[in-house]
């Protein structure tokens, strides 16, 4: 069974950064397409990046793009978003997926992903 477990979320004021990390247990990472997912309340889930299965193709969000940064350590069987000059508006519940089979416009939407993590709060605030 796919477990992934999201970490590194805070609180950082704005411009700061904050490295979220998404650890799997029970496979391996890289045959997944992983992403990266973030919904704030009373807002629809937004699709932030992905990394594609045994690739080093990227997806990112417009809203994203310039200042994160998704990245795969195989050794460590990890997915890392590293996020650079936070805003508030990129406050929410940030959250992990994994499938073997998603690319493309599922990166935008998390539709189809099978496996989720619990998700990490980040709060960007002075």
């Known amino acids: 069974q796919v477990q992934l477990v999201e970490s590194g979320g805070g609180l950082v004021q704005p411009g700061g950064s904050l490295r979220l990390s998404c650890a799997a247990s029970g496979f391996t990472l890289e045959d997944l397409t992983v992403g990266w997912f973030r919904q704030a309340p009373g807002k629809e889930r937004e699709g932030v990046s992905c990394i594609k299965a045994h690739s080093d193709n990227t997806y990112y969000g417009n809203s994203v793009k310039g200042r994160f940064t998704i990245s795969r350590d195989n050794a460590n069987n990890t997915v890392y978003l590293q996020m650079n000059s936070l805003k508030p508006e990129d406050t929410a519940v940030y959250y992990c997926?994994?499938?073997?089979?998603?690319?493309?416009?599922?990166?935008?939407?998390?539709?189809?992903?099978?496996?989720w993590g619990q998700g990490t709060q980040v709060t960007v605030s002075s």
């Open positions: 997926a994994g499938d073997k089979a998603r690319w493309g416009s599922s990166c935008s939407t998390g539709v189809g992903f099978g496996s």
